[in-house]
């Protein structure tokens, strides 16, 4: 039986697919110098498949739909919008990318990315779980290696590639083992196998770590971070936008879920391992952003800070610590889109990456230098930006769930923070192009960009602000896992 | 009392801001007039508020705004103002409105005088530091206290780091960060943990400062966290020995930052340590008010002695600034009544001084492109008005009668006689070597005979740089001739402090 709870319960699902296969019907009447619309139709037909979902696939009480497959409950919901969103925004930036941009496939690609992650989010079975992270991952996994005339991105794509299935084979096996021992699939029913057999803590403490190992590669957590920095150097710079955030997010949806739902139980065990490795990550993560030079690398180790930001939010097991998590990864997707699309924006007008080429920005194009401002604060933790009340709420369940430890190591990682982003800034700011003539070196945006932009920089200081309505939904998300 | 008079004072600067950034970059004068305007309209709201809550006797909380903005956790925008806090936002507003006359650039003469490079943003940036500073006086919330509170930080760094004095400013606007940051997010820990405590004593979820005063925290509590938050937010304050920032950082600073800084931020510091440090932790204020004291005073002395032997003349008021915001921090910490009534006053009277010192350094430094006294001379004779000024403002910083810093200091030291007498006779030790490297300076910058190689390059001030002296003038006469224009209402601020500490 179909019913029609069923069928909103993949309502974007379907929507994405059939935009998909209208783009690839389309795609190859445009002329060549038309390719890049392929861009207007992905961010057009996601917006409005953003809005049919929220005026007819708005779930109500938590149900599992398809033979248990998928659970369609807020927290599904809310990450599915965030994912859609995010991905609008990558096919806006994409669009002037100088080798990317024409071609059809990357927007596809991309929906195809965008499609595994949206089940990632609703996934109750393991098996379904597997099969949507792998639907999400392999089209990263060309997308990360799509110049190929660039050394840099085959580089990443290849070891994105390498790193993505090795993982993801080990978390094959955590789930295998898991299935033997309670002998179903279903995450729901998980947590009474588990709470009602004999199982000894150290066989749920290996079990955890190693479904970690796959969850921590797409989330980037220490010690599973090693691929970020070249992944992001040498991918198209939307591409790793794409991956800093909304695959981010999806890691994060599955680990909320699972670990909430499956291992209540267990709850101080596992919350251990992951205390501790929040504290490694913002540590690594902060310590290693301190010496780059190449603006990517620096967004991408100050991206794994951020993974151990938010799992303070999961270390809590709280449902303020939920709802933080999922407040703090749609602040934080809006500000690492709006930081990479700034990045996109000046190398398309520059063709550079590096740091000290951001000298006398400011002069070169005054609203680009605000937005990047505007980004970078969000990123320290700073009011009013969307960044600041995301770590004031984690931290806040922290403390709640009596992690005052882990607290105290997350502001000092902040504090490590304020100095590599503000001395980003001061590139922009303060220094000067070599002859000072920015006058002759105007930034022009074009449309894509400034569209993109500045609705993530409103988007960036609505959610700072004006917070209420976010938190609602972060809550309603929380409130679906007690 | 219906109209929203403090979240207008508070969002006024923000709204300027956007405007000012809307308009394109080349069109300075008008930046420049959306500034003023929204500076004058700012510093009218605020003395009118200031002048109601005077006039019509109030006590207490009064002008009451409050605001749903998350109610699930509780926070508020939740504005208002008591006897202690009224005086800060008429003086965020004297000084907004005078930092924007002495940033008023002019473009066409030689004169370096004012902010030539992209007014715009300064100003914008300026008035979003405004915008954090009022927020944090008018709060009542704790959420919103904190918000506003980072808000003042961050411009601080781009506002010194862009436009400041290229020697140190890259160095100072760091250190000055990193400071201001840390000691806050130690605040922010005890805040957090403040807000569950005070949700399990008494089942509301709340930000709300009334409220969290009566949540009985316990008295173990109260003495680890008091430290923590308590020191926390008096790094702004410039508490020995966390002060090192200061000095660099108002030295780096360009001259209506330099203002805006030693005038109202550091009294941000001492605000929110007292609000919320004294106000919500009294039990825990009265087991440390010896650390405390005992730190201030080091502070008075320690800073006192230091700006004597300055050479550089902003780096001597910097240095002055640590040791009159210790008089605060010290009048604070005896936890009576002489004491804090003292701290407010010399709140408001330190804030009017510095920014006056700061605004005629900044105008000597412009012209003669010197700081060194002993390079400088005979100012006296090409900017009266100025010197004047600057004399006026040395007075206030002795302590003399007359002058609202004699209204500040005497209670202070009277306080702190009742707390221990032998603190009182140290830390007055103070008032002499202000007096003397007050007098030095005064004699050295303006009477000495000009060096040879300014003669005939000093032009006198300009007519917005003499509105700003005057109105800062201005209020320190009235405090001191007049002090029942301040004291009655610090006086009803404090009944409402000693309240909590238990009528002691």
Known sequence: MFTSVMFASILPEILITILGMILLIVEPFWKEDQRRNSGWLTAGGLFVIIIISLLFGQPGEPVAVLGGMIRFDWLGFFFKLLFMFAAAATALLLMDHEKAGHRGEAYLLLLASLLG?????????????????????????????????????????????????????????????VFGLAGTTNIYQLSQMFADGEVSVLLVFSLVALILVGLGFKVAIVPFHFWVPDVYEGSPTPVAGFLSTAS???????????????????????????????????????????????????????????????????????????????????????????AFGIVMAFSQATGLEDLKDYAGMSRRNPLLALMMLSAFLSLTGMPPFGGFVAKVFVFAAGIQ?????????????????????????????????????????????????????????????????????????SDAAAMNLF | MNFPILSIITNLPIVAAVIMLMIPANRKNEVRGVALAA?????????????QYLIQDMTGYQFIEQYNWLPQLGITFYFGVDGMSAPLVLLTGIVMFTGVLIAWGDDDKHVMAGIQDRPREFLAFLFILAWGVFGVFVSLD????????????????????????????????????????IGSVIALVGVLAMYWVSYQNTGVLTFDMLHMETANFSASFQYIWFL??????????????????????????????????????????????????????????????????????????????????????????????????GLVILGISTLNHNGLVGAGVQMFSHGVMTALFFAVTGMIYDRAHTRQMS????????????????????????????????????????????????????????????????????????????????????????????????????????IGIFPSFMVPMMEKGVENILRLLGGA
């Open chain 1, 117 to 177: 992650m949206n089940l990632m989010a609703v996934s109750a079975d393991l098996i379904m779980l597997y099969l949507s992270i792998e639907t999400a991952s392999i089209p990263l996994y060309i997308l990360a290696g799509f110049l190929l005339a660039d050394d840099r991105s085959t580089e990443a794509g290849f070891k994105y590639l390498l790193f993505g299935t090795v993982t993801s084979t080990i978390m094959l096996y955590g789930f295998s083992l």
């Open chain 1, 248 to 338: 981010k997010a999806a890691g994060f949806a599955v680990i909320v879920r699972f670990f909430f739902v499956a291992f209540p139980a267990f709850a101080s065990s596992w919350t251990f391992i992951l205390a501790a490795l929040a504290a490694v990550t913002m540590t690594v993560g902060n310590l290693l952003a301190l010496p780059q030079t190449n603006i990517k690398r620096l967004l991408a180790y100050s991206s794994v800070a951020h993974a151990g930001y938010a799992l303070i939010g999961v270390v809590a097991f709280s449902q303020l610590g939920a709802a933080s998590v999922v407040f703090y990864l749609a602040a934080y997707i809006l500000t690492n889109l709006l």
């Open chain 1, 401 to 473: 769930a009596n992690y005052t430890w882990l607290v105290v190591v997350g502001i000092l990682n902040s504090v490590v923070g304020v100095y590599y982003y503000l001395n980003a800034m001061k590139y922009v700011y303060l220094y000067r192009m070599p002859n000072e003539d920015e006058e002759n070196h105007q930034i022009i945006l074009t449309r894509p960009y400034a569209i993109a932009l500045v609705v993530l920089t409103i988007g960036v200081i609505l959610v700072g602000t004006v917070f209420a309505p976010w938190f609602s939904w």
């Open chain 2, 39 to 51: 500076a004058i309209i700012d510093l009218l709201l605020s003395a009118w508020m200031y002048l």
């Open chain 2, 142 to 181: 704790l959420f919103m206290l904190f918000f506003f509170y980072e808000i003042a930080v961050f411009p601080m760094y781009l506002l010194i780091a862009i436009w400041g004095w290229a020697k140190t400013r890259e160095y100072a606007a760091m250190k000055l960060t990193l400071y201001l940051f």
């Open chain 2, 228 to 325: 923590p938050v308590f020191l926390g937010f008096a790094v702004l304050g410039g508490i020995w020995p966390f002060h090192n920032w200061s000095p660099d950082g108002h030295v780096a600073a360009p001259t209506s930052v330099s203002m805006f800084h030693a005038g109202v931020l550091m009294k941000l510091g001492a605000f929110a340590a007292l609000r919320v440090g004294i106000m919500l932790l009294p039990e825990g204020a009265k087991q440390w008010s010896w650390l405390i004291m005992a730190i201030a005073a080091i502070a008075v002395v320690y800073g006192a002695y230091i700006a004597f032997v300055q050479t550089d003349l902003k780096y001597m008021i910097g240095f002055s600034s640590v040791s009159h915001m």
């Open chain 2, 375 to 478: 390079e400088l001379g005979g100012m006296a004779k090409v900017m009266p008005f100025a010197a004047v000024g600057f004399i006026i403002g040395g007075l206030v910083s002795m302590g003399m009668p007359g002058f609202s810093g004699f209204v500040a200091e005497f209670p202070i030291f009277m306080g702190v006689w009742r707390v221990q007498w032998l603190v009182a006779v140290i830390s007055s030790i103070s008032i002499v070597i202000t007096a003397a490297y007050i007098l030095l300076a005064v004699r050295r910058v303006f009477f000495n005979p000009m060096p040879e190689k300014l003669e005939g390059h000093i032009t006198d001030v300009t007519v917005m740089d003499k509105i700003a002296i005057f109105t800062l003038c201005f209020f320190m006469v009235l």
